[in-house]
């Protein structure tokens, strides 16, 4: 295959992804563009088909009254972040969120539960003070999702599906972007797609760990891709564990996934090696702690156990009653069922699963980067959630920010002109995915696996100086080795072989700036918890991490937190209000 | 556990069928058997998956010649002694081996109006239905379909008639005909009314047999059928 | 390839031949006792216009109702495309109703020879 | 080619649908023979009757007895299917099919005793 084998494509607007900011992107990138403004919506798998919004189970997190307000929402996601959140993204969620969930209900046809009353029902997460969460049973994603869908797949917006972005490609002088260099990969083929405004909304999605829960198709592409375009990322060491994910042994693709939030907050508990509950000696709350708490509780009790055969530990329900159990969580008894396991009268082995990262680009209140032309939002963007994601934040923040992208992009584009491309990165871009195709085949799997044993053990939920440097020498290793398993090049039509390589590297390049990014940070705060650090480091001078790729390294830096909204031991609530609006449990 | 080894028969179209030696695990799915003959013995083999946990519908495939979604059909349930035959989904244009084309699919889910149909705006207030409201009771009919196209391979009319818009398309349109908040009702009963459209069912019931969601698309467009009955008569076309 | 128009049609004619079809096989079960003749079957139909009101109608409903499902048969299993599927309704309706029209009149009106 | 088509519909309503569609495509293949035979009247009686006297042998007995059958099993379908359609749906269904094609069955068997 050669340079000039790619196929030259030009657009106005190019949104990659097509999770809740993809696909709201393209939607208010239509509204707000001028007429005859051509849109292209480019994405690794189907057209929201892919990526983790669909997977949202529990709901969205928006401030509605009844007491709650968007002031309320915003001190439980800065106080969830454990101070470190871009306190005027936070807010810009908390407000927008309100707008959206409209938006979602009145103009996309979203059908959220309903109170008897006709109003909308709201629950509440762990670390909400109040009843706050949207949702649609526990199925809320596939909601979204699918309205949004419809919508774009009607609305007419050019379509390049199974089209994975391998490459932002930037002007020559690197200060503006000039196009994205792509594979088709059902044809095998190079494309590359030049545009005025493109919005990255690859959604993260921390898979370098053994247990993961978000979708196959998510490998940190889009960071990888913005590390080497040298635009700085945040927040890279705050990786999300949810505490239950199944654990069903190393031969499918069912371990790591999750197990319902719910079951622990309806009296699910949780059993060691030993036959015991544990969650008591680790806090207060014992089961119905947080994601974070729960998760470092079960890591722990995991490490005491030496029996190799069985690794985590047990959730069980049986004391419920199986008729409660199965009236309340059918679709988790079902699930369960459907690959072997008895939740209603067996216990299920289960095991921390890394399920959300909060890390990821630079941007301002308006989704813009470093560098003119590209936009991010969604899983991709860092700041808004700080050292920890509050439930229901998530498909929040990629509702509202790919809205906000769309309206952005639609008044950018109209001063801005296609940009010609740097050849010279285009040419290294298109060496770096062709690659594997020059050495000789070898299996990419067992590399994979390395990986992610490697993040689970060294970079995971309890962490420590000696153990991340450990990690960065195993990843370095993994990265050499991986350079010289090739791949068998006869066919490149939807080779998922070859894709596999390039999610390993992807997975390879991010999972360095973690473990550096998590050395640099000698605290515990969120998701990040440092055995060698166990406390905060002051909220008051609270830092976050910068990392960026300076030549062929990557550079760590701390930058303080600006609290522009609300200062440490502060609230913004108005005096008297109580601390939680949630009835005990 | 290892001992055991399936034999896994893939169709991959003009390379005809293949076998493999798979060998069996606990806790081992469809996916999982196609996922390792990809990472182990034929890195040529495609095939599609996203979320792994039956939510993204992007999974289904030919299992003994009947269609499921495989990331959520353990092994041992389809297996013929210790084989088992593995297509592309039928009723769509295969891509390569087991990944097919679902465009069509989604096509017709939106040509069956199968899209929201609104006045209000991000500026009013959220509709307010609820127990006084039974006429929505329909509106969540169906809701939680993946789009996973099983039913739309089982369906034998799909087969034999290339402009049948298929169950669920329809199912959705019939969705949105119950929805309070949905005012296209006109142009769904059109759309749902011409050569593809909901009169094409035989009612022969294998979308709603094979849907893994348990969901109804056969009763959704019996649904249709009177409705646009009723406006026949009443419109007397 | 069904329309709504064809559908009704189908169901109209199906609801219409129903009370016919019970009709003609309780009229069948009752003349086969005792053998069929020719004499008996015209003794009961000639020249009663009833016999033909009865079974004109159920020829025209059939030839509706059959071309309607030959043409569905035929575009599903038989592969028939484009304007053919029309024409082929057409021909087997007419045909079906030329024939069953011919039949009617040989057993109520044709008074036994011409 | 159990690995592309489906092979396996072996469900109530399914055959219950190729039930109806092969015993409508078999009545339209046929009716215009009965027709023919029953044109014969315009010939006279004579004819009819030579026609008629096939109908004593055994194999249009069987013949017979297929057709009255496959317009009981259609019928008794047809008004399954437009019960479905038109009249707010139960799972009981599929009973109902079964039934109907029962009830088919024992009018045709009943009518098979009564010819011979
Ligand atoms: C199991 C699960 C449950 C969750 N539950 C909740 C919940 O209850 N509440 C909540 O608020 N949040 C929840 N989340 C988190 C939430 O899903 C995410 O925060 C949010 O959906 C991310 O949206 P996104 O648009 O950024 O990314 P995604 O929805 O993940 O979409 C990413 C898109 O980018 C595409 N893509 C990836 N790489 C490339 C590439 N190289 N080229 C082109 N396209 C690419 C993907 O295919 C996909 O289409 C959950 C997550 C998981 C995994
Ligand atoms: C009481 C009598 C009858 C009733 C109630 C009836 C009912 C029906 C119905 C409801 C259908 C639609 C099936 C579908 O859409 O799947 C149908 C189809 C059909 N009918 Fe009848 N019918 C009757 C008599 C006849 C007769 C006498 C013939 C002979 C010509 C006939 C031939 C057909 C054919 C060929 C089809 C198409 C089958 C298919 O599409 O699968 N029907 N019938
Ligand atoms: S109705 Fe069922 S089978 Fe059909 S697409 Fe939806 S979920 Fe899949
Ligand atoms: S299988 Fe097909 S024919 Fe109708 S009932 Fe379902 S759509
Ligand atoms: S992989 Fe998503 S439904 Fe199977």
Redesign the pocket.
Known sequence: MKLSDIERHDTDILILGTGGAGLFAALHAQQTAPEGTKITIAVKGLIGKCGCTRMVQGGYNVALGGGDTVERHFMDTIEGGKWLPDQDMAWRLCEQAVVRIRELENEVGCYFDRNPDGSLHQKAFAGQTADRTVHKGDLTGIEIINRLMEKVLASGVEKLQEHRAVGLIPTKDGSALAGVLMIDMRTGKFRLVRAKCVMMGTGGGPTMYKYHTPSGDKTMDGLAMALRAGLPLRDMEMVQFHPTGLLAGDHTRMTGTVLEEGLRGAGGQLISHAGQRFMFDYDGKGERATRDVVSRGIYAEMRKNNNPEQEGVFISMSHLGPDTVRARFPGMVKRCADSGFDLVADKVEVVPTAHYFMGGVVVDIDTRTAMEGLYVAGEDAGGAHGSNRLGGNGVANSTVYGGIAGDVMGRDVAGMSLREPDETVLEAEFARAIYPLTRTPDLVLPLRKKLQDLMWEEVGVIRTEAGMKRGLRGIAEVSDVLMDVGVDDSNLAFNLTWHDWLNLRSLCDVSKVIAQAGIMRENSRGAHYREDFPDDGGIENSEFTVARMVGETVEVTNEPVVFSVVKPGETILPEGEPETLVAAQ | MTSETLNVTIDRGAAGLQDYAVPAYDNQTVLDVVSWVQQNADPTLSYRFACRVGMCGSCAMMVNGVPRWTCRTHISKVLDGNAVTIGPLRNLPVIKDLAVDMDPFFDKWVAAEGVHHGAMTRDDPIASLGDDHPEQSGADFGRECINCSICYAACDTVAGNPNYLGPAALQRAWNLLNDAKDEGRMAILEAVSGTGGC?N????GSCTTYCPNELDPMSAIAGLKRETAKSFFKRGR | M?TLRL?ML??I???F??P???GHLAVMIYAIQGGLSAAEILGRTQGSFAWFVFYGVFVLA?AI??A???R??LH?WGGLRGPWIDLTMWLIGLG?FALGARAVWAVTFSGGSI | MSAHGITSRAHPLWLA?IL??L???A??L??PLHFLLLGQALRGEAALDQSLAFSDMFLVKIAEFGLVFL?AV??????R??AMEFLPWSPSQKTLAAGATATSFLIAVLFFMKAI
Not at chain 4, 74 to 79: I, K, V
């Open positions: 009169h069912c035989h009612s022969m | 069904l559908y189908q169901r004619t199906a609801l031949m129903a016919l079809v019970i059939v109702h059959g309607i499902g030959m569905t048969i599903e079906l | 649908y109806h569609r015993s409508g495509l009545l339209a046929f009716l317009l259609h019928m008794f379908g047809g008004l299917l437009m």
